[in-house]
């Protein structure tokens, strides 16, 4: 009745097994009133955004610096070099423009190579 791969991937999103999965959509689409096939697919995008969601965690853990001013901005830092195309001079005197946040030119660079980001690059 469902998809066989959708409801896999359902399974392993609940960490269920596929017996408990299709009785769990079951229950819940007779509770909603709705078809069970679509019930099914809506959780197609839950899935896809909590992946999309971890992906961004291990990113941003994956940034890291001693300095606590890059920390808290390590996102715009990331965005301006990445994809804007700012120099290590520029990022500083945006950081101090836009925040009022004094942080030097070699702690930008530092950070920047540390973290091995590349110009124009997906960076994740």
Known sequence: MFNQIQLKNFAKFLNMSEEKAEITLKKQAKYLQVNQTYLLKSYKVVYEMTKEAEAERAK????????????????????????????YLKISKAMKINHNAKISKSAIENFIKQNDLVKGGDNG
């Open 60 to 87: 941003a853990l994956k940034l890291k610096s001693k300095n606590v001013l890059v920390n808290k901005y390590k996102e715009e830092i990331t965005d301006l070099y990445c994809n804007q195309g700012y120099g």
